[in-house]
Protein backbone atom coordinates (compact mmCIF):
# COMPACT_ATOMS: atom_id res chain seq x y z
CA UNK A 1 0.00 0.00 0.00
CA UNK A 2 1.53 3.64 -1.07
CA UNK A 3 1.97 6.17 2.11
CA UNK A 4 -0.90 8.33 2.19
CA UNK A 5 -0.05 11.87 1.23
CA UNK A 6 -1.75 15.50 3.47
CA UNK A 7 -2.69 18.46 2.23
CA UNK A 8 0.40 20.35 3.40
CA UNK A 9 2.77 17.42 1.19
CA UNK A 10 4.21 15.53 4.18
CA UNK A 11 4.01 11.60 3.95
CA UNK A 12 2.79 9.46 6.83
CA UNK A 13 3.15 6.02 7.85
CA UNK A 14 0.76 3.30 6.10
CA UNK A 15 -0.55 0.73 8.65
CA UNK A 16 1.81 -2.01 7.53
CA UNK A 17 4.71 0.52 8.44
CA UNK A 18 3.17 1.17 11.80
CA UNK A 19 4.07 -2.35 12.43
CA UNK A 20 7.04 -3.43 10.86
CA UNK A 21 9.05 0.17 10.85
CA UNK A 22 7.21 2.53 13.69
CA UNK A 23 9.71 4.60 15.01
CA UNK A 24 11.02 5.52 11.16
CA UNK A 25 8.35 6.36 9.90
CA UNK A 26 6.84 8.47 12.83
CA UNK A 27 9.89 10.78 12.50
CA UNK A 28 9.42 10.77 9.10
CA UNK A 29 5.60 12.41 9.19
CA UNK A 30 6.83 14.36 12.60
CA UNK A 31 9.68 15.88 10.85
CA UNK A 32 7.33 16.62 7.91
CA UNK A 33 4.92 18.73 10.10
CA UNK A 34 7.46 20.27 11.80
CA UNK A 35 9.18 21.59 8.76
CA UNK A 36 5.28 23.19 7.50
CA UNK A 37 4.81 24.61 10.59
CA UNK A 38 7.82 26.34 10.60
CA UNK A 39 7.09 27.52 7.00
CA UNK A 40 3.21 28.60 7.85
CA UNK A 41 4.93 30.21 10.53
CA UNK A 42 7.72 32.00 8.85
CA UNK A 43 4.74 33.17 6.10
CA UNK A 44 2.07 34.01 9.40
CA UNK A 45 1.46 38.28 10.10
CA UNK A 46 2.68 38.44 13.64
CA UNK A 47 -0.32 40.18 15.28
CA UNK A 48 2.58 42.44 17.14
CA UNK A 49 2.70 44.63 14.12
CA UNK A 50 -0.24 46.07 15.01
CA UNK A 51 -0.18 48.20 18.60
CA UNK A 52 -4.02 49.76 18.58
CA UNK A 53 -7.00 49.32 18.00
CA UNK A 54 -8.35 50.83 14.57
CA UNK A 55 -4.23 50.07 13.24
CA UNK A 56 -4.64 48.02 9.53
CA UNK A 57 -2.15 46.05 8.02
CA UNK A 58 -1.25 46.95 4.60
CA UNK A 59 0.99 45.85 1.83
CA UNK A 60 3.94 48.21 0.67
CA UNK A 61 5.15 45.83 -1.97
CA UNK A 62 5.11 41.93 -3.28
CA UNK A 63 5.37 39.80 0.04
CA UNK A 64 5.95 42.75 2.19
CA UNK A 65 3.66 44.40 4.85
CA UNK A 66 3.59 47.39 7.40
CA UNK A 67 1.26 48.77 9.56
CA UNK A 68 -0.67 51.68 8.80
CA UNK A 69 -1.79 53.25 12.15
CA UNK A 70 -5.69 54.72 12.24
CA UNK A 71 -6.39 57.55 11.63
CA UNK A 72 -8.30 60.24 13.32
CA UNK A 73 -11.81 60.70 13.67
CA UNK A 74 -14.20 61.04 10.92
CA UNK A 75 -10.96 60.70 8.31
CA UNK A 76 -11.96 57.91 5.31
CA UNK A 77 -8.96 55.49 4.03
CA UNK A 78 -8.29 57.29 0.73
CA UNK A 79 -5.55 55.18 -1.51
CA UNK A 80 -2.33 57.23 -2.50
CA UNK A 81 0.25 55.85 -4.64
CA UNK A 82 2.78 58.40 -3.07
CA UNK A 83 2.90 56.50 0.30
CA UNK A 84 4.68 53.42 1.14
CA UNK A 85 1.45 51.40 1.47
CA UNK A 86 -0.78 52.92 -0.91
CA UNK A 87 -2.85 54.36 1.16
CA UNK A 88 -3.77 57.74 3.82
CA UNK A 89 -6.28 58.89 6.25
CA UNK A 90 -7.79 61.85 4.90
CA UNK A 91 -11.07 64.31 5.32
CA UNK A 92 -14.30 62.69 4.31
CA UNK A 93 -14.56 62.95 0.50
CA UNK A 94 -16.54 64.18 -1.92
CA UNK A 95 -18.85 62.08 -2.79
CA UNK A 96 -22.31 61.99 -1.72
CA UNK A 97 -25.30 63.92 -1.62
CA UNK A 98 -26.99 65.43 0.99
CA UNK A 99 -28.85 68.57 2.54
CA UNK A 100 -27.23 71.75 4.10
CA UNK A 101 -28.59 74.94 5.38
CA UNK A 102 -26.61 78.46 5.15
CA UNK A 103 -26.99 81.73 6.50
CA UNK A 104 -27.94 84.50 3.88
CA UNK A 105 -24.20 85.56 3.36
CA UNK A 106 -22.88 82.10 3.10
CA UNK A 107 -20.60 81.76 0.35
CA UNK A 108 -19.41 78.32 -1.11
CA UNK A 109 -16.11 78.05 -2.71
CA UNK A 110 -14.64 74.25 -3.78
CA UNK A 111 -12.80 73.10 -5.81
CA UNK A 112 -13.45 70.11 -8.28
CA UNK A 113 -13.94 66.67 -6.92
CA UNK A 114 -13.77 68.25 -3.07
CA UNK A 115 -16.53 70.55 -2.84
CA UNK A 116 -20.10 71.46 -2.92
CA UNK A 117 -21.88 72.09 -6.45
CA UNK A 118 -25.26 73.49 -5.81
CA UNK A 119 -28.08 76.20 -6.79
CA UNK A 120 -31.84 76.93 -5.79
CA UNK A 121 -34.05 78.52 -8.36
CA UNK A 122 -36.51 78.32 -10.70
CA UNK A 123 -35.03 75.97 -13.68
CA UNK A 124 -31.97 74.31 -14.57
CA UNK A 125 -28.52 76.28 -15.34
CA UNK A 126 -25.78 75.54 -17.18
CA UNK A 127 -22.71 77.18 -15.64
CA UNK A 128 -19.25 76.73 -16.47
CA UNK A 129 -16.44 75.74 -13.71
CA UNK A 130 -14.60 78.57 -12.44
CA UNK A 131 -17.63 81.24 -13.39
CA UNK A 132 -18.83 83.28 -10.09
CA UNK A 133 -22.53 81.76 -9.76
CA UNK A 134 -24.67 84.32 -7.53
CA UNK A 135 -28.58 84.93 -7.04
CA UNK A 136 -29.33 81.72 -7.82
CA UNK A 137 -31.29 80.58 -4.57
CA UNK A 138 -35.36 81.22 -4.24
CA UNK A 139 -37.07 78.14 -2.40
CA UNK A 140 -37.56 76.27 -5.51
CA UNK A 141 -35.49 73.89 -6.53
CA UNK A 142 -32.02 73.91 -9.28
CA UNK A 143 -29.72 71.77 -10.87
CA UNK A 144 -26.91 73.12 -11.97
CA UNK A 145 -25.10 71.25 -15.40
CA UNK A 146 -21.47 71.64 -14.93
CA UNK A 147 -20.65 72.22 -18.93
CA UNK A 148 -16.20 72.30 -18.89
CA UNK A 149 -13.77 71.95 -16.58
CA UNK A 150 -11.90 74.18 -14.29
CA UNK A 151 -10.75 74.91 -10.87
CA UNK A 152 -13.45 75.81 -8.63
CA UNK A 153 -16.93 77.28 -8.25
CA UNK A 154 -18.14 79.53 -6.11
CA UNK A 155 -21.89 79.93 -5.39
CA UNK A 156 -23.39 82.34 -2.78
CA UNK A 157 -26.56 82.49 -1.17
CA UNK A 158 -28.16 85.87 -1.86
CA UNK A 159 -28.08 88.86 1.00
CA UNK A 160 -32.00 88.06 2.10
CA UNK A 161 -34.41 90.53 0.91
CA UNK A 162 -32.36 90.04 -2.71
CA UNK A 163 -34.64 87.67 -4.71
CA UNK A 164 -38.51 87.57 -4.30
CA UNK A 165 -40.99 85.70 -5.07
CA UNK A 166 -44.57 87.12 -6.34
CA UNK A 167 -47.66 85.38 -3.99
CA UNK A 168 -51.10 85.87 -3.79
CA UNK A 169 -53.06 87.41 -1.22
CA UNK A 170 -56.74 85.98 -0.52
CA UNK A 171 -58.14 89.11 -2.59
CA UNK A 172 -58.20 92.13 -4.23
CA UNK A 173 -58.12 95.41 -1.75
CA UNK A 174 -56.57 98.13 -0.46
CA UNK A 175 -53.45 96.04 1.59
CA UNK A 176 -51.99 99.05 4.70
CA UNK A 177 -49.95 96.93 6.91
CA UNK A 178 -48.00 93.59 7.79
CA UNK A 179 -46.68 91.81 10.76
CA UNK A 180 -45.34 88.92 12.18
CA UNK A 181 -46.12 87.21 15.51
CA UNK A 182 -46.71 83.52 16.97
CA UNK A 183 -45.41 82.22 13.75
CA UNK A 184 -48.18 84.35 11.89
CA UNK A 185 -48.09 86.90 8.84
CA UNK A 186 -50.80 89.14 9.37
CA UNK A 187 -52.22 92.08 6.93
CA UNK A 188 -54.44 94.27 7.11
CA UNK A 189 -56.25 96.59 4.40
CA UNK A 190 -57.92 99.86 4.97
CA UNK A 191 -60.53 102.03 2.59
CA UNK A 192 -63.43 100.53 5.07
CA UNK A 193 -62.90 97.37 5.23
CA UNK A 194 -63.23 94.25 7.87
CA UNK A 195 -60.79 92.49 5.67
CA UNK A 196 -57.77 90.76 7.08
CA UNK A 197 -55.41 87.41 6.22
CA UNK A 198 -52.90 85.49 7.81
CA UNK A 199 -49.99 83.45 6.40
CA UNK A 200 -47.59 80.97 8.41
CA UNK A 201 -45.14 80.97 5.68
CA UNK A 202 -46.17 83.95 3.84
CA UNK A 203 -46.32 82.27 0.95
CA UNK A 204 -50.29 80.43 1.57
CA UNK A 205 -52.99 83.26 3.10
CA UNK A 206 -56.31 83.04 4.35
CA UNK A 207 -58.66 85.94 4.48
CA UNK A 208 -59.84 86.78 8.19
CA UNK A 209 -62.52 89.18 9.34
CA UNK A 210 -61.80 92.17 11.74
CA UNK A 211 -64.92 92.97 14.06
CA UNK A 212 -65.97 96.08 12.22
CA UNK A 213 -65.44 98.23 9.26
CA UNK A 214 -62.76 100.69 9.05
CA UNK A 215 -59.71 102.44 7.47
CA UNK A 216 -57.13 99.73 9.11
CA UNK A 217 -54.12 101.31 9.07
CA UNK A 218 -51.46 99.14 11.31
CA UNK A 219 -50.63 96.43 12.75
CA UNK A 220 -48.65 95.25 14.83
CA UNK A 221 -47.64 92.25 17.89
CA UNK A 222 -46.48 92.04 21.03
CA UNK A 223 -47.33 90.55 24.77
CA UNK A 224 -49.14 87.43 22.82
CA UNK A 225 -51.21 89.86 20.87
CA UNK A 226 -51.95 91.00 17.64
CA UNK A 227 -53.40 95.04 17.90
CA UNK A 228 -55.07 96.74 15.15
CA UNK A 229 -55.45 100.58 14.91
CA UNK A 230 -57.57 102.69 12.55
CA UNK A 231 -57.70 106.03 10.81
CA UNK A 232 -59.74 108.62 11.56
CA UNK A 233 -61.69 106.99 14.15
CA UNK A 234 -61.23 105.55 17.90
CA UNK A 235 -61.62 102.01 16.41
CA UNK A 236 -58.35 99.26 17.42
CA UNK A 237 -58.91 95.10 17.52
CA UNK A 238 -57.36 92.41 19.49
CA UNK A 239 -56.08 89.13 18.40
CA UNK A 240 -54.17 86.15 19.82
CA UNK A 241 -53.86 84.34 16.43
CA UNK A 242 -55.06 86.84 14.00
CA UNK A 243 -57.98 84.96 13.17
CA UNK A 244 -60.55 85.89 15.63
CA UNK A 245 -60.41 89.61 16.73
CA UNK A 246 -62.17 91.68 19.32
CA UNK A 247 -63.00 95.54 18.60
CA UNK A 248 -61.47 97.91 21.62
CA UNK A 249 -61.72 101.20 21.69
CA UNK A 250 -58.86 104.13 21.61
CA UNK A 251 -58.65 107.23 23.37
CA UNK A 252 -59.81 109.23 21.17
CA UNK A 253 -60.80 110.16 17.52
CA UNK A 254 -57.74 110.56 15.75
CA UNK A 255 -56.04 109.58 11.77
CA UNK A 256 -54.05 106.68 14.34
CA UNK A 257 -51.36 105.70 11.69
CA UNK A 258 -48.85 103.23 13.40
CA UNK A 259 -48.95 101.11 15.90
CA UNK A 260 -45.58 99.47 17.86
CA UNK A 261 -44.70 97.46 20.62
CA UNK A 262 -42.05 97.83 23.38
CA UNK A 263 -40.69 97.93 26.70
CA UNK A 264 -44.07 95.76 27.76
CA UNK A 265 -46.50 98.58 26.57
CA UNK A 266 -48.20 98.76 22.93
CA UNK A 267 -47.94 102.89 21.30
CA UNK A 268 -49.68 104.57 18.70
CA UNK A 269 -49.74 107.70 16.78
CA UNK A 270 -51.47 109.74 14.79
CA UNK A 271 -51.45 111.99 11.98
CA UNK A 272 -51.68 115.96 11.68
CA UNK A 273 -51.95 116.05 15.88
CA UNK A 274 -49.77 115.50 18.76
CA UNK A 275 -51.56 112.77 19.84
CA UNK A 276 -50.61 109.06 20.80
CA UNK A 277 -51.86 106.21 22.73
CA UNK A 278 -50.67 103.57 25.11
CA UNK A 279 -52.05 99.99 26.55
CA UNK A 280 -49.61 97.28 28.30
CA UNK A 281 -52.45 94.93 26.93
CA UNK A 282 -54.16 96.63 23.59
CA UNK A 283 -57.40 96.20 25.02
CA UNK A 284 -57.20 99.18 27.60
CA UNK A 285 -55.72 102.35 26.51
CA UNK A 286 -54.37 106.31 27.58
CA UNK A 287 -54.32 109.09 25.63
CA UNK A 288 -50.16 110.87 25.66
CA UNK A 289 -48.75 113.73 24.15
CA UNK A 290 -45.96 113.88 21.67
CA UNK A 291 -43.91 117.24 21.97
CA UNK A 292 -45.53 118.62 18.87
CA UNK A 293 -48.77 118.65 16.22
CA UNK A 294 -47.10 117.24 13.01
CA UNK A 295 -47.76 114.26 10.57
CA UNK A 296 -46.59 111.52 12.68
CA UNK A 297 -46.40 108.61 10.18
CA UNK A 298 -44.31 106.11 11.98
CA UNK A 299 -43.62 104.43 15.34
CA UNK A 300 -40.91 101.75 16.51
CA UNK A 301 -39.22 100.61 19.44
CA UNK A 302 -35.04 99.60 19.85
CA UNK A 303 -32.18 100.15 22.58
CA UNK A 304 -34.95 100.66 25.01
CA UNK A 305 -36.72 103.36 23.12
CA UNK A 306 -39.79 104.35 20.80
CA UNK A 307 -39.23 106.62 18.28
CA UNK A 308 -41.33 108.42 16.12
CA UNK A 309 -40.73 110.51 12.53
CA UNK A 310 -43.26 113.03 11.59
CA UNK A 311 -43.83 113.77 7.65
CA UNK A 312 -42.73 116.79 5.85
CA UNK A 313 -40.58 118.16 8.39
CA UNK A 314 -37.64 117.21 9.93
CA UNK A 315 -39.67 116.69 13.38
CA UNK A 316 -38.68 113.35 15.36
CA UNK A 317 -39.87 112.21 18.98
CA UNK A 318 -37.96 109.33 21.45
CA UNK A 319 -39.84 108.14 24.76
CA UNK A 320 -38.52 105.12 26.78
CA UNK A 321 -41.69 104.52 28.16
CA UNK A 322 -44.24 105.98 25.08
CA UNK A 323 -45.30 108.33 28.07
CA UNK A 324 -42.90 111.05 28.12
CA UNK A 325 -41.64 112.29 24.61
CA UNK A 326 -38.55 114.23 23.61
CA UNK A 327 -38.52 116.39 20.39
CA UNK A 328 -35.35 115.32 17.93
CA UNK A 329 -34.69 116.80 14.82
CA UNK A 330 -33.97 114.40 11.64
CA UNK A 331 -31.23 115.70 9.75
CA UNK A 332 -33.36 117.24 7.06
CA UNK A 333 -37.23 118.50 5.50
CA UNK A 334 -38.48 115.32 3.93
CA UNK A 335 -41.53 113.07 3.47
CA UNK A 336 -40.36 110.34 5.93
CA UNK A 337 -42.78 107.57 6.01
CA UNK A 338 -41.34 104.74 7.74
CA UNK A 339 -38.76 103.77 10.81
CA UNK A 340 -37.78 100.74 12.00
CA UNK A 341 -34.68 99.45 14.16
CA UNK A 342 -32.01 96.45 13.81
CA UNK A 343 -28.27 95.88 14.00
CA UNK A 344 -28.26 98.45 16.74
CA UNK A 345 -29.66 101.03 14.75
CA UNK A 346 -32.88 103.40 14.08
CA UNK A 347 -33.11 103.43 10.48
CA UNK A 348 -35.70 106.37 8.54
CA UNK A 349 -37.02 106.00 4.80
CA UNK A 350 -38.45 109.15 2.97
CA UNK A 351 -41.37 109.21 0.26
CA UNK A 352 -40.39 111.00 -3.10
CA UNK A 353 -36.58 111.13 -2.40
CA UNK A 354 -33.73 108.91 -2.51
CA UNK A 355 -32.85 110.35 1.21
CA UNK A 356 -32.21 107.77 4.38
CA UNK A 357 -31.22 108.43 8.29
CA UNK A 358 -30.05 106.45 10.83
CA UNK A 359 -29.08 106.72 14.30
CA UNK A 360 -28.05 104.84 17.42
CA UNK A 361 -30.08 106.37 19.66
CA UNK A 362 -33.34 108.23 18.15
CA UNK A 363 -31.35 111.29 19.46
CA UNK A 364 -28.65 112.21 16.62
CA UNK A 365 -29.24 111.87 13.12
CA UNK A 366 -27.43 110.84 9.68
CA UNK A 367 -28.87 111.36 6.28
CA UNK A 368 -28.03 108.50 4.28
CA UNK A 369 -28.78 107.49 0.62
CA UNK A 370 -31.01 105.13 -0.73
CA UNK A 371 -29.82 103.70 -4.21
CA UNK A 372 -32.67 106.00 -6.08
CA UNK A 373 -35.07 108.37 -5.69
CA UNK A 374 -38.93 106.98 -5.64
CA UNK A 375 -41.78 106.13 -3.35
CA UNK A 376 -40.01 104.59 -0.24
CA UNK A 377 -43.17 103.51 1.83
CA UNK A 378 -42.21 100.60 4.21
CA UNK A 379 -38.48 99.50 6.33
CA UNK A 380 -37.56 96.95 8.31
CA UNK A 381 -35.18 94.57 9.78
CA UNK A 382 -34.57 91.05 9.69
CA UNK A 383 -32.06 88.75 8.73
CA UNK A 384 -29.47 91.00 9.73
CA UNK A 385 -30.42 93.00 6.85
CA UNK A 386 -32.44 96.21 6.99
CA UNK A 387 -35.43 96.19 3.75
CA UNK A 388 -37.16 99.10 2.11
CA UNK A 389 -39.94 98.64 -0.34
CA UNK A 390 -41.39 101.94 -2.86
CA UNK A 391 -45.17 102.40 -3.84
CA UNK A 392 -46.06 102.35 -7.64
CA UNK A 393 -42.73 100.96 -8.36
CA UNK A 394 -40.28 97.41 -8.26
CA UNK A 395 -38.36 98.57 -6.53
CA UNK A 396 -36.57 97.10 -3.38
CA UNK A 397 -33.64 98.21 -1.24
CA UNK A 398 -31.38 96.48 1.19
CA UNK A 399 -28.56 97.01 3.71
CA UNK A 400 -26.77 95.76 6.43
CA UNK A 401 -26.05 99.04 8.34
CA UNK A 402 -28.46 101.37 6.88
CA UNK A 403 -26.07 103.21 5.46
CA UNK A 404 -25.06 101.51 2.47
CA UNK A 405 -27.76 100.58 0.36
CA UNK A 406 -28.15 98.06 -2.63
CA UNK A 407 -31.44 98.39 -5.20
CA UNK A 408 -33.29 94.96 -5.33
CA UNK A 409 -35.99 94.02 -7.63
CA UNK A 410 -39.76 92.83 -6.82
CA UNK A 411 -41.67 90.35 -8.73
CA UNK A 412 -44.02 92.75 -10.44
CA UNK A 413 -44.46 97.31 -10.49
CA UNK A 414 -46.77 97.93 -8.07
CA UNK A 415 -48.19 99.81 -5.17
CA UNK A 416 -46.06 97.78 -2.08
CA UNK A 417 -46.99 99.60 1.12
CA UNK A 418 -45.26 97.19 3.88
CA UNK A 419 -42.87 95.23 4.42
CA UNK A 420 -42.56 92.85 7.37
CA UNK A 421 -40.09 90.16 8.56
CA UNK A 422 -40.71 86.40 10.51
CA UNK A 423 -40.34 82.77 9.38
CA UNK A 424 -36.74 83.66 8.27
CA UNK A 425 -39.00 85.53 5.35
CA UNK A 426 -39.60 88.77 4.11
CA UNK A 427 -42.69 89.47 3.16
CA UNK A 428 -44.23 92.60 1.50
CA UNK A 429 -47.59 93.39 0.72
CA UNK A 430 -49.35 95.86 -2.14
CA UNK A 431 -52.29 98.29 -1.83
CA UNK A 432 -55.01 98.04 -4.22
CA UNK A 433 -53.98 94.48 -5.48
CA UNK A 434 -54.03 91.00 -4.06
CA UNK A 435 -50.11 90.95 -4.86
CA UNK A 436 -47.70 89.96 -1.97
CA UNK A 437 -44.01 89.29 -2.61
CA UNK A 438 -41.80 86.74 -0.21
CA UNK A 439 -37.70 86.84 -0.23
CA UNK A 440 -36.35 84.08 1.83
CA UNK A 441 -33.40 84.29 4.35
CA UNK A 442 -31.89 80.48 4.75
CA UNK A 443 -32.24 78.49 1.88
CA UNK A 444 -31.99 74.33 2.17
CA UNK A 445 -29.20 73.94 -0.20
CA UNK A 446 -29.80 70.37 -2.32
CA UNK A 447 -26.04 69.09 -3.34
CA UNK A 448 -24.81 65.97 -5.21
CA UNK A 449 -20.92 65.88 -5.58
CA UNK A 450 -19.24 64.08 -8.59
CA UNK A 451 -15.81 64.71 -9.57
CA UNK A 452 -14.10 66.01 -11.99
CA UNK A 453 -15.93 68.26 -15.12
CA UNK A 454 -19.13 67.39 -16.94
CA UNK A 455 -21.67 66.07 -14.49
CA UNK A 456 -25.41 66.78 -14.05
CA UNK A 457 -26.60 67.02 -10.87
Known amino acids: MANPTTNYGFVLPTPTDLVTDLPADFDVALQGVDTQMLTNANAAIAKTI ?29 ADSATATGLK ?6 YFSGN ?8 LTQTIGTGIYTAFASAPVSVTVGANVTNLLTDTPRSINI ?29 RSVTFGASTFVAVASNSSTIAATSANGITWTQRT ?6 WYSVTFGASTFVAVAESS ?92 TQRTLPTSTGWQS ?28 Q ?44 TSTNWYSVAFGASTFVAVAWSTSIAATSIDSLPIAFSIDAPSTNNF
Open 50 to 78: VDAKGDIIAATAADAVSRLTVGANNTVLT
Open 210 to 215: LPVSAN
Open 339 to 366: VTFGASTFVAVAQSSAIAATSANGITWT
Open 368 to 411: RTLPTSTGWQSVTFGASTFVAVAYSTSIAATSADGITWTQRTLP
Open 234 to 325: SIAATSTDGITWTQRTLPTSASWTSVTFGASTFVAVGQSSSIAATSTDGITWTQRTLPVSASWTSVTFGASTFVAVAQSSTIAATSTDGITW
Open 147 to 175: TAAGTSMVVAAPVAGTNWTQRTLPTSTTW
Open 89 to 94: WAAAGP
Open 100 to 107: LTTVSTAT
